[in-house]
């Protein structure tokens, strides 16, 4: 099998594919995976699902995260469970909806009063009504997980993997079954995936024009420096609400409008506490291509105010910033498809446009790939 494609859906379906006994060859057109695999939170998010087959695709690849974290350390699988803190009573009704749902309890949900949430993540010191606690949400470090998960795969066995990664290999040439890259070397094979991520010219430009219903999002993220207090759990704002399609409740349509900064960047705020004690933050949405260029001062002022707030201390000195681009099925097709997968030739199929589930969802699409 080729796989083309570094990132975290790329380098799932290597996993996959050698579970089943594939030998495997990964190319990559950089030295290392640049994009949305690694500028993101590292969140196994379940808890915002759309109940139905997207909530059932986030279980089983949580299930498969959890058993990756055990077979590869190096992961830095935490099952740390989440925080949604409620600042208003309409934020608060919404969450008590949500924890009312039928599927609740696969979710792992309970709304909590302002001292349970402190009692289950001491740092939160702000102010606050109130909590949906998510056992089941997780964290890995997304900056370790390419790198620890190509590692296992060289590893594994005895003698040889059955594993190749080529980085440095862009891929010029698709054929039935083969590709070739740059150098002029063709890679034959039983079967082809392609997984461009948010690169939607070059090869893969042809077939997602010609198949169209994928967009790519921009979004803004940073990182603090360590933190000396444990952050025990995942955290999410009010404002995350509007964005997760779990919480597509009556009680959504009570919530005020954003204002302001969060209006203008559709801000939402998550936070995880990285394994070194850092806080990563974010994030924005912008959809209208061409993207900017330039980072929104605004849009960082706005987190770290939310942060503050909520953590009641001041943030330690920001240390990077950055922005990324992700691909994602359109809206008016989400409702048939949570990604997008397609035989774009004789033995090459196309996998790409997750969205903002990719980090989460990425085993299990691999999976399904093979079914």
Same mark, same amino acid.
Request: with cysteine; glycine share 12%.
């Given at each position: 099998m080729?796989?083309?494609?570094?990132?975290?859906?790329?380098?799932?379906?290597?996993?996959?594919?050698?579970?089943?006994?594939?030998?495997?060859?990964?190319?990559?057109?950089e030295?290392? @995976?640049?994009?949305?695999?690694?500028?993101?939170?590292?969140?196994v998010?379940v808890?915002?699902?759309?109940?139905?087959?997207?909530?059932?695709?986030?279980?089983r690849? =949580?299930?498969?995260?959890?058993?990756?974290?055990?077979?590869?350390?190096?992961?830095?699988?935490?099952?740390a469970?989440?925080? $949604?803190?409620?600042t208003?009573?309409?934020?608060?009704?919404?969450?008590?909806? @949500?924890?009312?749902?039928?599927?609740?309890?696969?979710?792992?949900?309970e709304?909590?009063d302002?001292?349970?949430?402190?009692?289950?993540?001491p740092?939160?010191?702000g102010?606050?009504?109130g909590? +949906?606690?998510? =056992? +089941?949400?997780?964290?890995?470090?997304?900056?370790?997980? +390419?790198?620890a998960l190509?590692?296992?795969?060289?590893?594994?066995?005895?003698?040889?993997?059955? *594993?190749?990664?080529h980085?440095?290999r862009?891929?010029t040439?698709?054929?039935?079954n083969?590709?070739?890259?740059h150098t002029?070397?063709?890679?034959?094979?039983?079967?082809?995936?392609?997984?461009?991520?948010?690169?939607? $010219?070059?090869?893969a430009?042809?077939?997602?024009a010609?198949?169209?219903?994928?967009?790519?999002?921009?979004?803004?993220?940073?990182?603090?420096?360590?933190?000396?207090?444990?952050?025990?759990?995942?955290?999410?704002?009010?404002?995350?609400?509007? *964005?997760?399609?779990?919480?597509?409740?009556?009680?959504?349509d009570?919530?005020p409008?954003?204002?302001?900064?969060?209006?203008?960047?559709?801000?939402?705020l998550?936070?995880?506490?990285?394994?070194?004690?850092?806080?990563?933050?974010?994030?924005?949405?912008?959809?209208?291509e061409?993207?900017t260029?330039?980072?929104?001062?605004?849009? *960082?002022?706005?987190?770290?105010?939310?942060?503050?707030a909520?953590?009641?201390?001041?943030?330690?000195?920001?240390?990077?910033?950055?922005?990324?681009?992700?691909?994602?099925?359109?809206?008016?097709?989400?409702?048939?498809?949570?990604?997008?997968?397609?035989?774009?030739?004789?033995?090459?199929?196309?996998?790409?446009?997750?969205?903002?589930?990719?980090?989460?969802?990425?085993?299990?699409?691999?999976?399904?790939?093979?079914?």
């Amino acid at each position: 099998m080729v796989i083309v494609g570094g990132g975290v859906l790329g380098t799932m379906h290597a996993v996959a594919a050698r579970r089943r006994g594939f030998e495997v060859v990964q190319l990559e057109r950089e030295p290392e @995976a640049r994009g949305a695999s690694v500028r993101n939170f590292g969140l196994v998010w379940v808890s915002g699902r759309k109940a139905g087959p997207e909530l059932s695709l986030a279980l089983r690849a =949580r299930e498969l995260w959890s058993g990756l974290g055990a077979q590869v350390p190096g992961l830095g699988f935490r099952a740390a469970g989440s925080l $949604t803190l409620a600042t208003s009573d309409a934020e608060l009704s919404l969450l008590k909806e @949500a924890a009312a749902l039928p599927d609740a309890d696969r979710r792992g949900f309970e709304v909590l009063d302002a001292a349970a949430v402190r009692a289950v993540n001491p740092a939160l010191r702000g102010d606050f009504a109130g909590g +949906l606690h998510c =056992r +089941l949400d997780a964290i890995v470090e997304p900056r370790l997980v +390419l790198p620890a998960l190509r590692g296992y795969l060289a590893t594994r066995g005895e003698g040889q993997s059955g *594993y190749e990664w080529h980085p440095g290999r862009e891929v010029t040439e698709i054929a039935p079954n083969a590709v070739r890259d740059h150098t002029g070397t063709w890679h034959q094979c039983d079967l082809v995936i392609l997984c461009p991520g948010a690169a939607h $010219t070059g090869i893969a430009g042809r077939y997602l024009a010609r198949s169209g219903g994928v967009r790519r999002v921009r979004l803004q993220m940073m990182q603090t420096a360590p933190l000396d207090t444990r952050v025990t759990t995942a955290l999410a704002d009010g404002d995350s609400l509007r *964005y997760y399609p779990a919480f597509d409740l009556p009680g959504r349509d009570r919530l005020p409008p954003q204002q302001g900064a969060a209006a203008r960047t559709r801000a939402q705020l998550l936070l995880v506490q990285r394994a070194g004690g850092g806080l990563t933050i974010g994030d924005t949405h912008e959809y209208d291509e061409p993207f900017t260029f330039d980072l929104d001062e605004d849009a *960082y002022d706005q987190l770290r105010g939310r942060a503050e707030a909520l953590l009641g201390v001041p943030l330690p000195r920001i240390q990077r910033r950055w922005a990324g681009v992700y691909s994602e099925v359109e809206p008016a097709r989400a409702g048939r498809a949570l990604y997008h997968r397609a035989e774009v030739e004789p033995g090459v199929v196309l996998v790409t446009g997750p969205g903002g589930r990719g980090m989460t969802c990425s085993p299990a699409i691999a999976e399904e790939t093979f079914s």
